[in-house]
């Protein structure tokens, strides 16, 4: 695979479709996130396959992130609940 993709490779790649890409492009977001980085060259939108690699990079550590905070409220949650707080809206999570 070269190192620069096209939007249609680039889409291929992540797996999203060529109009998700564009739009994430014009956006300037994708799956939740910033979108990758893109260039042009000669009126063509590129991609390096590298700025792909550290996007999805990226995507894995926000995903976990927001992991371990659903998992650390479900806890501090089940926590009150078995000591008798049942307002939720007391909780905070640190």
């Known amino acids: ?7 249609r490779e680039a ?3 992540l797996d999203y479709s060529y ?6 492009r014009q956006t ?8 990758p980085k893109f260039f042009k060259r000669r009126g063509l939108i590129l991609y390096k396959k590298s700025s792909l690699d550290e996007w999805l990079e990226n995507q894995d550590s926000a995903e976990a992130i927001k992991t371990t905070v659903v998992t650390k409220s479900l806890w501090i949650k089940n926590a009150h609940s078995k000591l008798g707080h049942n307002d939720s809206n ?5």
């Open 90 to 94: 007391d909780i905070a999570i640190a």
């Open 28 to 35: 300037g977001r994708l799956g939740g996130g910033e979108a």
């Open 1 to 7: 695979m070269s190192e620069e993709l096209t939007v």
């Open 11 to 13: 889409g291929e790649y």
């Open 19 to 24: 109009s998700t890409m564009n739009c994430a």
